[in-house]
C-alpha cells in the first residue's frame, strides 16, 4: 500500500500570505490518480485538485496543484479568510484501493 | 444536483451491529463505484470499504475486513455500510463518497454531510 507523508503538520500564516503544502508518496503514483481535499471543522471534505493539477468545478485560481513521481505540491498563492482549513491529499493505485495523507492544518498566524 | 445522504449512525455497545446507508439522487447511481469513508474524532480520513458500480466486487479496509459488508441497490439508488462485531476503535464519523472515473483520471468529488458512529458501552 503506497503511504502518503504531508508536511508541515500545521503552517501558520497569515491571510494574503502563500501557503505551500508538500504531500510525498512512498512509491510513484499516476498524476492522474493524485487529488486534493480541503476540510473545513464540521464539515465534509471537498475536491480541490485532481489529475494532481486540475482545479474541481468551483475552485478558485488561487489554488494550485503540482508534481509527479512521489512529490506533490499544493500552493494557495493569497490566503483568503475561508482558506483555513486542514488539506488532505489522496492517492489511488488499483481495485479501489486508496488512500489519504494525514492532513496539514492551515492556520491563522 | 448530485445528493449523498447518510443514515443509521448512533451509539451501539461494543461487539453490536449496525448499518448505515446513503441515499444517492441527481447522477446514475449505477455508472458510479462508491466509497465508505471514516474520520475518527480529530483524525484524519480512513478508507473503509469500496464497491464497483454493477455491485460486482467489493474491498475492504484491513481494519474492518470480516466484520464489515458494503452492498448497493441499484434500482433503488442506496449504498449501504453492515457493521458487525463493533470496536470502540470504531468510532467515527462515516462518510459517503462517489468516485469519478473519466479519461483515465480517478477521484472521489462527491462527499455526503456524514453520520457519526459511536462505540462505547
Known amino acids: 500500500e503506497i503511504v502518503l507523508t504531508q508536511s508541515p503538520g500545521t503552517l501558520s500564516l497569515s491571510p494574503g500570505e502563500r501557503a505551500t503544502l508538500s504531500c510525498r508518496a512512498s512509491?510513484?503514483?499516476?498524476?492522474?490518480?493524485l487529488a486534493w481535499y480541503q476540510q473545513k471543522p464540521g464539515q465534509a471534505p471537498r475536491l480541490l485538485i485532481y489529475g494532481a493539477s486540475s482545479r474541481a468545478t468551483g475552485i478558485p485560481d488561487r489554488f494550485s496543484g503540482s508534481g509527479s513521481g512521489t512529490d506533490f505540491t499544493l500552493i494557495i498563492s493569497r490566503l483568503e479568510p475561508e482558506d483555513f482549513a486542514v488539506y488532505y491529499c489522496?492517492?489511488?493505485?488499483?481495485?479501489?484501493?486508496?488512500?489519504f495523507g494525514p492532513g496539514t492544518k492551515v492556520d491563522i498566524k | 444536483e448530485v445528493q449523498l445522504v447518510e443514515s443509521g449512525g448512533g451509539l451501539v455497545q461494543p461487539g453490536g451491529s449496525l448499518r448505515l446507508s446513503c441515499a444517492a439522487s441527481g447522477y446514475t447511481f449505477s455508472s458510479f463505484a462508491m466509497s465508505w469513508v471514516r474520520q475518527a474524532p480529530g483524525k484524519g480520513l480512513e478508507r473503509v470499504s469500496s464497491i464497483t458500480h454493477t455491485g460486482d466486487k467489493s474491498f475492504y479496509a484491513d481494519s474492518v475486513k470480516g466484520r464489515f459488508t458494503i452492498s448497493r441497490d441499484n434500482s433503488k439508488n442506496t449504498l449501504d455500510l453492515q457493521m458487525n462485531s463493533l470496536r470502540a476503535e470504531d468510532t467515527a464519523v462515516y462518510y459517503c463518497v462517489r468516485r469519478y472515473w473519466i479519461n483515465g483520471l480517478c477521484y472521489w468529488d462527491y462527499w455526503g454531510q456524514g453520520t457519526l458512529v459511536t462505540v462505547s458501552s
Open positions: 489522496q492517492q489511488y493505485d488499483y481495485s479501489l484501493q486508496f488512500t
Open positions: 512509491q510513484s503514483v499516476s498524476n492522474s490518480f
